[in-house]
């Protein structure tokens, strides 16, 4: 079935230092997601992205969070600078335009920030 | 705030056996109700969804909605090893998956033999 994929699945960085995620969503999928779990708590939703631009965020979205498709190529998460506590899982996630769909989820990325 | 819960926290259950699963929500507005597994090491797949009150059976699983009592379920029938997995309730206020999804902090189901 589609899958959308996520690089890499474990990463580990400085505090202060820069993080991209990468997520390649299903093709032809046009609205695309980050969620964050932290480890024991449930996955709350960070960001919603269609046509280049933000939809949506959460309070989790901080001013060092941003998001972007350049091209129609991987789907990014980056953080500058990370902190302790942005260790975390993220999940991307991607759906069609379409009413009455499903929402097609990554494996996750790991991030440690030590 | 939109808050989901679940129950119960963790379910170990015979094969063959009947499996049942909760989720309240806390806002009214909701019109999404999905309910997503996720196998160990896998990503989360969306099982089931619904939008109205009642019932929608596929194969062995049956979602159950109840809107007035913030309340819906999922029932599975004749459970099976390869039903072991976290499942997620999932809640959106809009009436498509678009919007953002409330996850619930998920069911961890074993199905032993």
């Known amino acids: 079935g589609p899958k959308v994929l996520q690089i890499p699945s474990h990463q580990i960085i400085d505090m202060g230092q820069m993080v991209t995620l990468n997520c390649d969503p299903v093709?032809?999928?046009?609205?695309f997601y980050w969620y964050k779990q932290i480890l024991g708590q449930q996955m709350e939703f960070l960001v919603n992205?269609?046509?280049?631009?933000?939809?949506?965020k959460s309070k989790l979205f901080k001013d060092q969070f941003s998001v972007e498709r350049p091209d129609g190529s991987y789907f990014t998460l980056k953080i500058q600078p990370t902190a302790l506590e942005d260790s975390a899982v993220y999940f991307c996630?991607?759906?069609?335009?379409?009413?009455?769909?499903?929402?097609?989820f990554g494996k996750g990325t790991r991030l440690t920030v030590v | 705030q939109q808050k989901v819960q679940q129950s119960p926290e963790s379910l170990i259950v015979p094969e063959g056996a009947m499996t049942s699963l909760n989720c309240t929500f806390s806002?009214?507005?909701?019109?999404?109700f999905a309910w997503y597994r996720q196998h160990s090491g896998k990503a989360p797949k969306a099982l089931m969804s619904?939008?109205?009150?009642g019932e929608k059976e596929e194969g062995r699983f049956t979602i159950h909605l109840n809107k007035a009592s913030l309340h819906f379920s999922l029932h599975i029938r004749d459970s099976q090893p390869s039903d072991s997995a976290l499942y997620l309730c999932?809640?959106?206020?809009?009436?498509?998956?678009?919007?953002?999804?409330?996850f619930g902090q998920g069911t961890s189901l074993s199905v032993v033999p």
């Open positions: 996630a991607s759906s069609s335009d379409r009413g009455d769909t499903e929402v097609f």
């Open positions: 093709s032809n999928h046009l609205y």
């Open positions: 992205f269609y046509n280049g631009k933000v939809m949506e």
């Open positions: 806002d009214s507005a909701s019109q999404y």
């Open positions: 619904i939008f109205s009150n």
């Open positions: 999932a809640v959106s206020q809009a009436s498509s998956s678009f919007s953002k999804l409330v």
